[in-house]
C-alpha cells in the first residue's frame, strides 16, 4: 500500500489539472505566469505594498462588522470606560467603545484597520508618482493609469466614510464638513443632501447609509479592480523596467515569478502584516473615547481629518470668504471651490495627463522601457509643482495648530498659504527643471569623461590636468544604452512661398507646436563614448568639460 500512495495521489493531482484545462484552460496560462521575469527594482514593491494592506483592511473589517451596530438610535452607555458611563450616545459610538474596551483584541483589530488604510492610501499615491515620473501611463498602459486614478479617489471616499462611521465628535464634524459641501452645489444641493442624509442635517439614515457604501459598495469595486489593475492587465503585458544593464524596449530582465518572486513577496506580506501589527499595538490611533459622542453644538479645538484628507481641509481654510448672490440665491464660492472644484480639476487632470502628454509629444509608440526623472525635466517639473499644490493644502490643513505652535497669528499663516498655493508650483517647476538639467550633464560628464581621482598630473609642457578613470560599461549602462526618445518634434515649419503650414493656420496648432519645442528642450540624448583602444579600455579626455559637474 505504502509504494502505491505517492502514484495515486500524484494521479489525483494529474488528473485534477487535466479538468480545470479542460474546462478553463489554466495549463497554458500556468506555464507562461511560471516563467514571467519580474525585475529586481524595489519601487515595484509599491504597488504590493497597496495589495497587501488592502487585504490587512479586508480581513480586519470582516472582524470588526461582527461587533459593530451601524445604528443612530440613542441608547446610554454603561460599558468598561468609566469617564462615559451614564452618557447619551448613539449605538454607532457605544458599539465602537465596546470594540475598543471589551471585545478581546477589538482595539488592536480596529487600530491594524486604520494604520492599514492609511498605508494602503500612501502606497497608492506613492506608487502612483513613480509611475508618473517615469512615464509608465504611456502606451498601452493608459488603462491601467485610469484604473489607478479611479482607485485613489475611492479609497479616499471609503476612508472618510470609515472614520466617520464611530459617531464621536471628531467624525461627526467631519459629516458636518460633507454636507456643507454638497449643500453648495448649485441647484442640486439641498436634493443631494435629503438623499444622502435621508431629511435634515443630522438625522437617523447617514451611518447606516455610510455603513454599507463602506463596507459593501466601494470595496466590492475595488476587489473588482485591484486585480484587474495589478494582475490581469500587468501579467497581459510586458513588465515595465528602467533602462541600463542590457534592458531594452523588447526584452525584460528579471527573475522568475516561480520561484523566486513568490517567495520574496510572501515574505514581503508578512512583513508588511507584522509593521502594520507593530503600529496598531504601540501607537496609538483615533482614540474616540477622548473625544465624546457627536453633539452638533461642540467642536474640539485642533481637530484634523487623516492626513489624505487634509488637503481639502486647508483648501476650505484658505479660500476667499467669497459668494455669488443672484436671482434670489445664493453660490456659497467659499465651500464650492475648494470641496468640489479644485478636487475635480486635480482627479480630472490626473486622469487625463497620459493623453495631454501624447498630444504634446506626438509620441504614439509603445512603451516598456521607463524613464529617468532626470531625462525628462518638463515632466518632472510638473510632478514636483503638483506634490508642492498638494503639500501646501495639507499644510494648511493645520494651520490653527501652526500658529498656536509657532505662536504666529492665524491670519498670517492663511495669508502665507494663500501666496504659496499659487507661487510655490511655480517655484517647485523651475527647480526640478534645473536640477534635472545639472543631473543630466553629471551624467554626461561621466559618460564622456569618467570619474575623478584627484589626481593632477603636469604635462612636459607645464599644463595641469586631472587624471579621470574611465566607468565600465555595466557601471554607467542606464545613461549610455539606447532608448525610445520619448518625444517626436511637431515644430512649425517655415512658410514656403509665403505659404504657411498647416500646423500654423490653427491655434491650437501653434499652441501644441510651442508646448512641443517645451517639452523637448532639454531631453536627455545618449551620449557618444570613446571608441575602445588596444588594451580594451576607453580612454579618459584629458581636461575636464566645463559641464562635467
Not at 516563467?35 to 472582524?63: C, H, N
Not at 467631519?174 to 441647484?187: D, M, V
Not at 549602462?477 to 509665403?498: F, S, Y
Amino acid at each position: 500500500m505504502a509504494g502505491t500512495m505517492p502514484r495515486t495521489r500524484g494521479g489525483a493531482v494529474d488528473a485534477t489539472a487535466r479538468a480545470l484545462d479542460d474546462r478553463f484552460g489554466t495549463a497554458g496560462f500556468a506555464r507562461k505566469a511560471l516563467r514571467k521575469a519580474f525585475p529586481d527594482q524595489w519601487t515595484f514593491l509599491l504597488g504590493e505594498i497597496a495589495m497587501y494592506s488592502f487585504v490587512i483592511i479586508l480581513l480586519t473589517g470582516v472582524y470588526l462588522t461582527l461587533f459593530f451596530k451601524p445604528s443612530m438610535q440613542e441608547v446610554v452607555y454603561n460599558g468598561s470606560y468609566t469617564k462615559l458611563k451614564g452618557v447619551e450616545m448613539s449605538e454607532a459610538y457605544a458599539s465602537t467603545l465596546k470594540i475598543s474596551f471589551d471585545v478581546r483584541g477589538g482595539l488592536l483589530v480596529r487600530q491594524m484597520h486604520h494604520w492599514a488604510t492609511l498605508i494602503f492610501m500612501a502606497a497608492i499615491l506613492v506608487h502612483m508618482l513613480r509611475n508618473f515620473f517615469s512615464g509608465a501611463f504611456r502606451k498601452p498602459r493608459e488603462l491601467n493609469w485610469l484604473i489607478g486614478v479611479a482607485m485613489l479617489v475611492l479609497v479616499m471616499l471609503n476612508g472618510l466614510f470609515g472614520y466617520s462611521l464611530p459617531d464621536d465628535l471628531l467624525s461627526g464634524t467631519g459629516i458636518r464638513i460633507l454636507e456643507g459641501a454638497l449643500a453648495a452645489i448649485p441647484l442640486v444641493g439641498s436634493y443631494a443632501v435629503m438623499f444622502l442624509f435621508g431629511g435634515e442635517y443630522p438625522g437617523t439614515d447617514i451611518i447606516p447609509r455610510l455603513y454599507v457604501i463602506h463596507v459593501l459598495l466601494i470595496p466590492g469595486i475595488l476587489a473588482a479592480l485591484i486585480p484587474l489593475h495589478a494582475i490581469v492587465l500587468t501579467w497581459r503585458q510586458t513588465h515595465t523596467q528602467f533602462p541600463g544593464k542590457g534592458s531594452t524596449n523588447t526584452t525584460v530582465r528579471g527573475y522568475p515569478f516561480f520561484p523566486v518572486f513568490i517567495a520574496k513577496t510572501t515574505a514581503f506580506f508578512l512583513w508588511l502584516l507584522g509593521v502594520t501589527t507593530l503600529l496598531a499595538a504601540f501607537v496609538q490611533i483615533n482614540p474616540v473615547w477622548l473625544f465624546g459622542p457627536y453633539d452638533p453644538g461642540a467642536i474640539s479645538s485642533g481637530s484634523q481629518p487623516d492626513w489624505y484628507m487634509g488637503w481639502l481641509e486647508g483648501a476650505l481654510r484658505i479660500m476667499p470668504a467669497w459668494e455669488i448672490n443672484a436671482w434670489g440665491h445664493t453660490v456659497a464660492l467659499s465651500v464650492l471651490i475648494p470641496a468640489l472644484v479644485v478636487p475635480g480639476l486635480l482627479f480630472t487632470g490626473l486622469a487625463a495627463y497620459p493623453f495631454l502628454e501624447r498630444w504634446v509629444t506626438g509620441d504614439d509608440r509603445v512603451h516598456h522601457l521607463l524613464d529617468r526623472p532626470r531625462d525628462v525635466p518638463a515632466r518632472t517639473g510638473i510632478g514636483f509643482a503638483g506634490i508642492v499644490f498638494y503639500g501646501t493644502l495639507w499644510l494648511a490643513g493645520g494651520n490653527d495648530v501652526l500658529a498656536d505652535r509657532f505662536h504666529i497669528s492665524l491670519f498670517w499663516t492663511t495669508w502665507f498659504f494663500r501666496f504659496l498655493i499659487i507661487l510655490g508650483p511655480v517655484i517647485a517647476y523651475s527647480v526640478a527643471y534645473r536640477i534635472c538639467v545639472g543631473l543630466q550633464r553629471r551624467d554626461l560628464g561621466l559618460a564622456t569623461h569618467g570619474l575623478e581621482t584627484g589626481i593632477i598630473r603636469q604635462s612636459p609642457d607645464g599644463g595641469f590636468s586631472e587624471v579621470e578613470r574611465p566607468l565600465p560599461d555595466e557601471a554607467i549602462a542606464a545613461i549610455t544604452d539606447p532608448r525610445p526618445a520619448p518625444a517626436v518634434d511637431l515644430d512649425v515649419p517655415p512658410p514656403i512661398d509665403g505659404i504657411e503650414s498647416p500646423r500654423a493656420r490653427s491655434a491650437s496648432g501653434r499652441l501644441r507646436a510651442a508646448l512641443n519645442r517645451r517639452f523637448r528642450a532639454d531631453l536627455a540624448a545618449v551620449p557618444e563614448r570613446p571608441p575602445l583602444d588596444a588594451g580594451g579600455d576607453r580612454p579618459a579626455l584629458e581636461e575636464k568639460s566645463s559641464t562635467s559637474g
